[in-house]
C-alpha cells in the first residue's frame, strides 16, 4: 500500500488483532517493526472474543468488538484520515471491514495472498435509513450495552420488521431472546456518529427555559415510595433543550425493564427502571414532525447514554 502510494510512508497504524495469544504476540511484532521504520503512531488493539474456540462468542460478541474498535480508531482520527487494511483474518472479518468502510465513508483495501495487485473498495453509499435508527435507537444503545441476550419481549411494542438484520434470535429455554448482530453494531456506530455531526440540522428547537414545566406524577402511592422517578424526569427537562414536560402514566412495581427512550402512537414515551419496577411516562417535546420526533428520541437515549 505504500509502495503504490494508497497511504504516506509514515502513516500512522493500528492493529486490530485476535484475543489470542498468538494474535498478541503477532501484533507485538508488527508494532515494533513499523515503530523501528518511523510509523507514528503504532497501536495494537486487542479485540475481545475474537478468537477461533468458540464460534458462537466469535459472531455474537468478537464481530461486533470488531466494529466497534474499528469505529473507535475512526472516530478518534477522523473518516477523512483513515483506511482499513482488511487482508488479515477470517473471511467474516474481512466482510465486516468492508461494509465498515463503505457505511463510513471510509476506502477499504485488501490484497489476496495469491496476487500482486491490491484491491481497493471505495466508499459506496448502501441503503441504511437514518430515521430507522433514530427511531430504534433506545433498543440499539440498549442492547449494545447488555451484557446478556434481552427476551424479545422488551421490545414487541416498538417493534418494526426493517429491525430484523439488526439482532440476532436466540433461544433459550424456550424463550426468544435478541442480541445485537454485527450488521447491526455497523448500523449502529454509523448513525450514531452521522447524528453527532447532523444533529442541530435534524432536531426541533429548544424550549425556552421559562416555559419548561416539573414533572407531573400520578396520584397514586407509588410515587411518594420512589422518589427517583421524579428526580431522573427534572433531569430530563432540564438537561435535554427540546423537553418541555414530563408526566407519568404507568407503574407496576413487579415488572423488569430497561430504561429507555421510544417513539409510540401517543408520541414520546420513556422508560424507568431499576429492574424491579417500571414507570412510564409521557414527554412533551418541541417536535412538530415524526422526523422531529425520532431526532428527540435519539438525543434522549443518546444523552441516557453518556
Same mark, same amino acid.
Given at each position: 500500500?505504500?509502495?503504490?502510494?494508497?497511504?504516506?510512508?509514515?502513516?500512522?497504524?493500528?492493529?486490530?488483532?485476535?484475543?489470542?495469544?498468538?494474535?498478541?504476540?503477532?501484533? &507485538?511484532?508488527?508494532?515494533?517493526?513499523?515503530?523501528?521504520?518511523?510509523?507514528?503512531?503504532?497501536?495494537?488493539?486487542?479485540?475481545?472474543?475474537?478468537?477461533? #474456540? &468458540?464460534? /458462537?462468542?466469535?459472531?455474537?460478541?468478537?464481530?461486533?468488538?470488531?466494529?466497534? /474498535?474499528?469505529?473507535?480508531?475512526?472516530?478518534?482520527?477522523?473518516?477523512?484520515?483513515?483506511?482499513?487494511?482488511?487482508?488479515?483474518?477470517?473471511?467474516?472479518?474481512?466482510?465486516?471491514?468492508?461494509?465498515?468502510?463503505? $457505511?463510513?465513508?471510509?476506502?477499504?483495501?485488501?490484497?489476496?495472498?495469491? =496476487?500482486?495487485?491490491?484491491?481497493?473498495?471505495?466508499?459506496?453509499?448502501?441503503?441504511?435509513? =437514518? *430515521?430507522?435508527?433514530?427511531?430504534?435507537?433506545?433498543?440499539?444503545? &440498549?442492547?449494545?450495552?447488555?451484557?446478556?441476550?434481552?427476551?424479545?419481549?422488551?421490545?414487541?411494542?416498538?417493534?418494526?420488521?426493517?429491525? *430484523?438484520?439488526?439482532? %440476532?434470535?436466540?433461544?433459550?429455554?424456550? %424463550?426468544?431472546?435478541?442480541?445485537?448482530?454485527?450488521?447491526?453494531?455497523?448500523?449502529?456506530?454509523? @448513525?450514531?456518529?452521522?447524528?453527532?455531526? $447532523?444533529? &442541530?440540522? !435534524?432536531?426541533?428547537?429548544?424550549?425556552?427555559?421559562? #416555559?419548561?414545566?416539573?414533572?407531573?406524577?400520578?396520584?397514586?402511592?407509588?410515587?411518594?415510595?420512589?422518589?427517583?422517578?421524579?428526580? @431522573?424526569?427534572?433531569?430530563?427537562?432540564?438537561? !435535554?433543550?427540546? +423537553?418541555?414536560?414530563?408526566?407519568?402514566?404507568?407503574?407496576?412495581?413487579?415488572?423488569?425493564?430497561?430504561?429507555? @427512550?421510544? !417513539?409510540?402512537? %401517543?408520541?414520546?414515551?420513556?422508560?424507568?427502571?431499576?429492574?424491579? =419496577?417500571?414507570?412510564?411516562?409521557?414527554?412533551?417535546?418541541?417536535?412538530?414532525?415524526?422526523?422531529?420526533?425520532?431526532?428527540? +428520541?435519539?438525543?434522549?437515549?443518546?444523552?441516557?447514554?453518556?
Amino acid at each position: 500500500m505504500i509502495d503504490k502510494q494508497y497511504v504516506p510512508n509514515d502513516c500512522g497504524l493500528f492493529f486490530l488483532h485476535s484475543d489470542t495469544d498468538d494474535g498478541r504476540s503477532i501484533a &507485538d511484532i508488527l508494532k515494533r517493526y513499523y515503530q523501528l521504520k518511523g510509523h507514528v503512531p503504532v497501536g495494537a488493539i486487542d479485540v475481545p472474543d475474537l478468537q477461533d #474456540q &468458540d464460534p /458462537k462468542r466469535f459472531r455474537t460478541k468478537g464481530l461486533r468488538n470488531l466494529a466497534r /474498535k474499528i469505529c473507535r480508531v475512526i472516530r478518534d482520527r477522523s473518516a477523512a484520515a483513515c483506511a482499513i487494511n482488511a487482508t488479515g483474518g477470517y473471511k467474516a472479518q474481512i466482510a465486516i471491514g468492508v461494509l465498515l468502510g463503505q $457505511a463510513i465513508g471510509v476506502p477499504v483495501y485488501y490484497k489476496h495472498e495469491l =496476487f500482486s495487485e491490491i484491491i481497493a473498495f471505495p466508499p459506496m453509499p448502501i441503503a441504511l435509513d =437514518f *430515521e430507522v435508527w433514530m427511531r430504534a435507537s433506545g433498543m440499539l444503545y &440498549d442492547l449494545e450495552r447488555a451484557r446478556d441476550a434481552t427476551p424479545a419481549t422488551m421490545y414487541a411494542d416498538e417493534w418494526e420488521e426493517k429491525y *430484523e438484520s439488526l439482532v %440476532e434470535r436466540v433461544e433459550i429455554d424456550g %424463550e426468544e431472546y435478541l442480541e445485537l448482530s454485527p450488521t447491526g453494531q455497523i448500523f449502529h456506530e454509523t @448513525f450514531r456518529e452521522r447524528f453527532r455531526t $447532523a444533529r &442541530d440540522q !435534524v432536531l426541533p428547537p429548544p424550549v425556552p427555559l421559562a #416555559q419548561k414545566r416539573s414533572p407531573r406524577l400520578e396520584k397514586a402511592g407509588w410515587p411518594g415510595e420512589h422518589p427517583e422517578v421524579e428526580r @431522573f424526569m427534572n433531569r430530563v427537562t432540564n438537561e !435535554v433543550p427540546q +423537553v418541555r414536560h414530563c408526566a407519568t402514566f404507568y407503574y407496576n412495581p413487579d415488572l423488569a425493564e430497561r430504561t429507555r @427512550f421510544r !417513539v409510540c402512537r %401517543e408520541g414520546i414515551e420513556g422508560i424507568y427502571s431499576d429492574g424491579r =419496577f417500571t414507570a412510564k411516562f409521557r414527554v412533551e417535546t418541541t417536535a412538530q414532525t415524526p422526523g422531529q420526533q425520532a431526532a428527540v +428520541v435519539a438525543s434522549l437515549n443518546e444523552w441516557l447514554s453518556s
